[in-house]
């Protein structure tokens, strides 16, 4: 059993920045990709950031693009969303997902594309 919490994220005003954590527990694997997804009430789940490490890239939504950094560790099976210039339309819940298995069309973009996810982590930008 692979188990992934999120950590970070809260409150903070528009323009204000801040960071999400994603780290793995449970049985020993290697993991190929790892990326974060929201969901906002009433709105269906949207794909934020993925990162694969082997070669390594990473990809982002249109709405994030240049105002959030992906990064993370292939050997600890860690992930960090790093947010700048928060936008109100940016509060959500935020899932971090795991893809433990290697292949597959990139870049992965859909929620199937992962075999593992956390619980969330709230985010909310104040106008």
């Known amino acids: 059993q692979v188990h992934v919490v999120e950590s970070g994220g809260g409150l903070v005003q528009a323009g204000g920045s801040l960071r999400l954590s994603c780290a793995t527990s449970g049985r020993t694997f290697s ?23 082997d070669p390594q890239s990473t990809y982002y939504g249109d709405s994030v693009k240049g105002r ?4 993370g560790d292939s050997t600890k099976n860690t992930a960090y969303l790093q947010m700048n210039n928060l936008k109100p339309e940016d509060s959500a819940k935020y899932y971090c ?22 619980q969330g982590r709230q985010v909310t930008v104040s106008p």
Do not use: C, N
Request: charged share 20%; hydrophobic share 40%; net charge negative.
């Open 31 to 53: 993991s190929h990709a790892m990326g974060w997804f929201r969901q906002a009430p009433g709105k269906e789940r949207e794909f934020v950031a993925t990162i694969r490490w």
């Open 68 to 71: 959030f950094t992906i990064s």
């Open 97 to 118: 997902v795991v893809d433990g298995r290697p292949g597959g069309d990139w870049p992965y973009t859909v929620w199937v594309d992962y075999d593992y996810w956390g």
